[in-house]
């Protein structure tokens, strides 16, 4: 005879999911279930790395794929072990209630001595495992799987294709909701909460930006250059380089890469600009500096520099523009060969 038991579920009804590559921080996923029909179309063919469905699983933070039971979450093998031991006291204890009762029904009455068995079973409440669901969910646009996981994850779980354009997606459109915020408190009269509104929503643009290509180039310098891994991915020598654009493609440029080929020069000057910005939001109260104000040729030491919503946008659109070209760097095989710049 074989037992099963299902998997602990969270309110959304994923399963944990726990990554055998221990290379691959934080590890731990969620996936759901797969849609009961669906199906690959070809012009996303070459952006899977295996057919979606059970026998595997790809780890969304790495792209190591391996068969499901290695993915299987530790606590989950905890609670499966608690249920199998509360089932069996369970059924030992009915087991010996009907004893009780049949060795009872068979005492003759009216005699001089009279012997009843008791039994109080434990009752012990049968063993909850309770799962929580992770902030970042979404759905593979490839294979229609639901998964959830921590901002940083580069895969879908089932098919493994490239998503990690789906998280830069998402935190546009958090953008978006922050600048809206923003105008809301500026149109109620309360201009300096809207400023500030307005300074965070810049601030995480540059944020997220500099998270997308970190977290990709450290996934390609493993993959691609395993023996310099070590030292092209040194804090000292990472730093905060993608806050910048000439340190970032120097960095990028040891794997082949130039992550800024898709934008013109009109483009990188506002991305430029937006950085230096988001360095005077961030570290001085928004107040333009002399650093600034020779960038700019036209704000003033002193003065607050200006966040217009349509612009901090545009910024967000344009890091969109370059995560999504890199996200192409991941699709299974060799990585794309980008045209380089001077």
Same mark, same amino acid.
């Given at each position: 005879?074989q037992?099963?038991?299902?998997?602990?579920?969270?309110?959304?009804?994923?399963?944990?999911?726990?990554?055998? =590559?221990?290379?691959?921080?934080? %590890?731990?996923?969620?996936?759901?279930?797969?849609?009961?029909? %669906?199906?690959?179309?070809?012009?996303?063919?070459?952006?899977?790395?295996?057919?979606?469905?059970?026998?595997?699983?790809?780890?969304?933070?790495?792209?190591?794929?391996a068969?499901?039971?290695?993915?299987?979450?530790?606590?989950?093998?905890?609670?499966?072990?608690?249920?199998v031991a509360?089932?069996a006291t &369970?059924d030992?204890?009915?087991?010996?209630?009907?004893?009780?009762?049949?060795? =009872?029904?068979?005492?003759?009455k009216?005699?001089?001595?009279?012997?009843?068995?008791?039994?109080?079973?434990?009752?012990?409440? %049968?063993?909850?495992?309770?799962?929580?669901?992770?902030?970042?969910?979404?759905?593979c646009?490839?294979?229609?799987?639901?998964?959830?996981?921590?901002?940083?994850?580069?895969?879908?779980?089932d098919c493994?294709?490239?998503?990690?354009?789906?998280h830069?997606?998402r935190?546009?459109?958090?953008v978006r909701?922050?600048?809206?915020?923003?105008?809301?408190?500026?149109?109620?009269?309360?201009?300096?909460?809207?400023?500030?509104?307005?300074? =965070?929503?810049?601030?995480?643009?540059?944020? &997220?930006?500099?998270?997308?290509?970190?977290?990709?180039? %450290?996934?390609l310098?493993?993959?691609?250059?395993?023996?310099?891994?070590?030292?092209?991915?040194k804090?000292?020598?990472?730093? =905060?380089?993608?806050?910048? +654009?000439?340190?970032?493609?120097?960095?990028?440029?040891?794997?082949?890469?130039d992550p800024?080929?898709?934008?013109?020069?009109?483009?990188?000057?506002?991305?430029?600009?937006n950085?230096?910005?988001?360095?005077?939001?961030?570290?001085?109260?928004? +107040?333009?500096?002399?650093?600034?104000?020779?960038?700019?040729?036209?704000?003033?030491?002193?003065?607050?520099?200006?966040?217009?919503g349509?612009?901090?946008?545009?910024?967000?659109a344009?890091c969109?523009?370059?995560?999504?070209?890199?996200?192409k760097?991941?699709l299974?095989?060799?990585?794309?060969?980008?045209?380089?710049?001077?």
């Open positions: 005879m037992l099963s038991y299902p998997l602990p579920r969270s309110p959304s009804g994923k399963a944990y999911q726990y990554s055998p =590559n221990p290379s691959a921080p934080p %590890r731990l996923f969620l996936i759901g279930d797969a849609p009961e029909t %669906r199906a690959i179309s070809e012009e996303h063919r070459l952006a899977i790395r295996r057919e979606p469905g059970p026998g595997q699983t790809v780890c969304p933070y790495s792209g190591f794929v068969d499901d039971d290695e993915f299987i979450h530790f606590s989950d093998i905890e609670a499966v072990k608690k249920q509360w089932e &369970a030992v204890e009915d087991h010996i209630a009907d004893l009780a009762k049949n060795f =009872n029904r068979r005492q003759g009216g005699g001089l001595i009279s012997i009843k068995m008791d039994f109080k079973p434990s009752r012990r409440p %049968r063993p909850l495992a309770i799962r929580e669901d992770l902030l970042r969910e979404l759905t646009n490839v294979c229609a799987r639901e998964y959830a996981v921590y901002a940083i994850a580069l895969f879908c779980p493994g294709a490239p998503g990690y354009g789906q830069f997606e935190e546009v459109e958090l909701e922050q600048v809206a915020l923003a105008d809301a408190q500026d149109e109620a009269g309360r201009p300096e909460t809207a400023y500030r509104l307005m300074g =965070n929503a810049h601030e995480d643009v540059l944020t &997220a930006f500099e998270t997308a290509l970190k977290t990709i180039y %450290r996934h310098v493993r993959e691609g250059l395993p023996d310099k891994a070590e030292g092209l991915l804090k000292k020598t990472v730093g =905060n380089a993608f806050q910048n +654009i000439g340190r970032g493609r120097s960095l990028f440029k040891e794997i082949g890469i800024f080929h898709v934008l013109s020069e009109d483009d990188l000057e506002l991305l430029r600009l950085i230096e910005k988001r360095h005077v939001i961030g570290h001085n109260l928004g +107040i333009a500096d002399e650093h600034y104000v020779e960038l700019t040729q036209s704000d003033q030491p002193g003065e607050t520099v200006r966040l217009i349509g612009e901090i946008e545009r910024f967000a344009l969109l523009r370059v995560v999504l070209d890199l996200e760097s991941l299974p095989g060799p990585p794309d060969t980008h045209e380089q710049t001077s």
